[in-house]
């Protein structure tokens, strides 16, 4: 990177900048991967300036030309790009004046980088999310396909991480997915909400061309100018939304990372994850680490860090644009290329995960996972639930000193706490009877599993 002086603002200055000032306010190093969008936020502008009579139209063509040759430049890794000209943005308009001669200097007519940058990021972040939302529907239909195919799979269902009912994992499974679809509702709104356009603001007050913002709009594929140019290039709420998206989801992913470690580890033993989503251990050959879950669930700590700087980055800021929102840049990136990370790890493993479908129906087996549906059978003949508690709880005492599962004890043994227990109770101590007799839209029932695989994949395909 070179570093002669920025003469885009010399007029004014008796000196150059200080190199550690011009080291310390530039932004290129990180904000360059935003530079397909300031090509095309450039395009439409020196279209729009040419409808305006601001430009003619053979110098719109050499500038469309020179900005052309420098996107090839930056793509094939020629490109030079110089800390003195501090951004992204000074970088490519001076190499186009460089290429083009004076109709370069003629493009920043009617236009500022305040307007400039709020609408590169808004672009950026507009295609980055489109990204995230199919790889959102990827893992979606990952989950899909495993939970369609263990619709019947037995495990024990938990609450406070204690045995509680036995549920399908095909069930299990769909609790994910729904959580993702209101995660990708989530994505959906922010991206509404992002895809307005601030140019045409100029620094803050808009400009005194006949600027012709519709133009710019359409050819940028926003959905609407901003309506104030203070707004407009001062907030950066819809990257905080991002964020705060973004924070949710992986929060999300953090609990299935959580349970995807407890259920390969040898204490649980519910599933295997195939080998190219694990790593050993240097020390202990014996080991195979569920790395991928892992470190998402600790990946999730930038991505919240990053929505809490960004909130403390516009707080209280003063209208219109000020310096602090150059900051907005590296949390905003690195936030995407957490979530993308995740998500694409994570799309990738869940379609391979291996149940270990005896294992997890033995620990529903044991923890007397079927003691409701034995106290919704004595209510079903005419038992008030609080006695049938009563009963059940006896049992279940008796169980743990026996050594034995509900489904385990004879009739005799259950018939001593009550005379109501008959030989059909075994129909409802089974694993198979508790989760089918679940059937209810929201149940665990296999049956019930299967039509809500249905319902979820009409509602992918009207994505
Ligand atoms: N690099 C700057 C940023 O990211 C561009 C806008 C600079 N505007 C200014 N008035 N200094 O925010």
Not at 155 to 172: R, S, W
Request: aromatic share 8%; charged share 25%.
């Amino acid at each position: 990177m070179s570093n002669t002086t920025n003469q885009q603002w010399g007029g004014r200055f008796n000196e150059p900048t200080d190199a550690f000032v011009a080291r310390f306010t530039a932004s290129v190093e990180f904000d360059q991967r935003m530079y397909l969008q300031d090509i095309r936020g450039s395009i439409a502008h020196a279209k729009m300036l040419t409808a305006a009579g601001v430009l003619t139209e053979a110098e719109r063509d050499d500038i469309l030309r020179g900005l052309e040759e420098i996107r090839v430049e930056i793509e094939s890794g020629q490109f030079e790009w110089s800390i003195a000209l501090e951004d992204v943005h000074m970088n490519i308009e001076a190499a186009l004046t460089a290429k083009i001669g004076v109709t370069g200097k003629k493009l920043h007519t009617g236009r500022s980088r305040n307007d400039q940058v709020a609408t590169d990021i808004r672009l950026y972040l507009r295609d980055e999310i489109e990204l995230i939302l199919a790889e959102i529907t990827r893992l979606q239909e990952g989950l899909l396909s495993v939970a369609a195919r263990e619709n019947d799979t037995i495990m024990p269902g938990f609450t406070h991480l204690q045995t509680a009912q036995p549920v399908t994992f095909g069930h299990h499974l769909m609790a994910w997915f729904e959580m993702l679809s209101r995660d990708y509702g989530r994505f959906v709104d922010c991206c509404e909400r992002t895809n307005i356009m601030p140019l045409g603001a100029a620094a803050l007050a808009g400009t005194t061309y006949p600027i012709q913002r519709d133009m710019t709009c359409e050819l940028l594929g926003f959905s609407a100018p901003a309506e104030n140019s203070l707004d407009a290039v001062s907030d950066r709420d819809f990257a905080i939304e991002f964020c705060a998206a973004s924070s949710i989801l992986l929060m999300h992913m953090t609990r299935m990372s959580e349970e995807l470690v407890l259920w390969t580890s040898a204490q649980f033993n519910f599933i295997n994850l195939p080998d190219r989503f694990c790593t050993g251990s240097s020390i202990m050959p014996q080991k195979k680490n569920p790395d991928v879950p892992e470190l998402v669930r600790g990946k999730s700590g930038r991505v919240y860090g990053h929505l809490m700087s960004l909130l403390t980055l516009m707080k209280s800021q003063p209208l219109a644009y000020n310096k602090d929102n150059q900051e907005d840049k590296e949390p905003l990136f690195d936030a995407i290329d957490t979530v993308k990370g995740c998500l694409r790890a994570f799309a990738d493993m869940i379609p391979a995960l291996e149940p270990k479908k005896d294992s997890m129906r033995e620990a529903a087996l044991r923890g007397f996972s079927t003691a409701t549906d034995l106290a919704d059978y004595l209510v079903r003949k005419g038992m008030p639930f609080r006695d049938a508690h009563e009963v059940v709880g006896k049992s279940v005492a008796y169980g743990i000193e026996q050594n034995k599962d509900l489904g385990e004890m004879t009739l005799a043994e259950l018939a001593q706490f009550s005379d109501t227990i008959e030989q059909d109770v075994f129909e409802v101590l089974t694993l198979d009877g508790s989760v089918a007799a679940r059937d209810h839209i929201g149940g665990t029932a296999p049956k019930q599993v299967l039509a809500a695989v249905e319902r979820a994949k009409v509602m992918l395909a009207a994505r």
